[in-house]
Structures are given as structure tokens and as C-alpha cells.
């Protein structure tokens, strides 16, 4: 059913017409076969060979190719019982419809729809063009420490773009792209 998937969408065919999907991917995994590793709690039981195997299953090149890694970390009852109200669903979503706005608005007569399908031009027009230079230089020693791959350096720039249309702002600053290259640490690695 799935014909080809890469840099543009997936190509779903059943029985014709083909349509081009555009891709988007929500996974999990446990930091180890029994799930507790580096938790605060409980102990994992696995070997540190056994958890570094676990790690491995998925390749570099599949991890390379996914733009935010998110740990959720256990809750304790005093923040899940607690009262205070959160930030509301209505301001959520208006902050993230001005951001599309923008994107909109930024690339009318471009290929790309959004941040997420931006061509190397486009990441060179709307995010090396307008970084700022501490953030410009923050993004080099991460590069250089983390050891980042084009591909990898290109998708914190696309991330650090969209916290920036989320925050309204025009530049990306050294908040902006901090938080970006936050989001491509997998911690818990053996």
C-alpha cells in the first residue's frame, strides 16, 4: 500500500489514485527493556550491555531523520493533583495559528508549506539569514560538541524557526535555538 516514502511525503496507493501524504511520525520507546532506566523511583534491572543494545535497535540514519526527542519523565502526585491552572487549550491554539500564519505568509509561491518542508535555500534564506550572532555562535560549539550531522544541523535550524514564529519573533536568538538543539538530546544513552 505504501509506495515510496521520502523528502516530500509518503505515496499511499490502493487500488488507484496514488495521493502524496505529507509525513508525519510520533513514536515511542523505553529507555530500556524494563523501562527504568535513569528513573528516580524505581531501579532497572538491566545490564548496562543489555541497555546499550536496547539503545542501538534503531539506526543513526532513522534517528538523524527525527527532528524532536521529548523524555517524559514520571510525575510525582503534587503536580498531578496540584490546582493551578495550565496555559489554556484557546491560547495554545492561537499561538500556533499566528505561527502558521507566518509560515504562510513566508513562503506564498515557495514549495515549502511550512517550516518542516523547508528546501537548504529556504533554511538559508529564513534562518542563517536572520540568526543573530550569539545564537549563531552557540549553534557552532553545539555543531562541534555534538558532533551534528547537515541533516541534523538543517532540523534544529527548522526548529529553532517554528519557537521562533511561536514566540513571534522574526530572528532566531540564542533562546531559540538552544531550545532546538535541546530537543535532539537523547539522553539516558550507555
Known sequence: ??????????????????????DWCSSDLNPCPCGNYGDPVKACVCSESTVSRYQRRISGPMLDRIDIFVEVPRVDYEKLASLKPAEASSQVRERVNRARQLQTERFAGRQAGANAGMSPADVRDFCQGVIDEQARAF???????????ARAFHRILKVARTIADLAGSEALTSTHVAEAVQYRQRTRAV
Not at 1 to 12: C, D, L, Q
Request: charged share 20%; no cysteine; glycine share 10%.
Open 1 to 22: 500500500m505504501v509506495s515510496s516514502f521520502g523528502r516530500r511525503g509518503t505515496v499511499i496507493s490502493w487500488l488507484r489514485p496514488e495521493r502524496l501524504y505529507g
Open 139 to 149: 549553534l557552532k560549539l553545539a555543531t562541534n560538541q555534538l558532533t551534528l550531522s
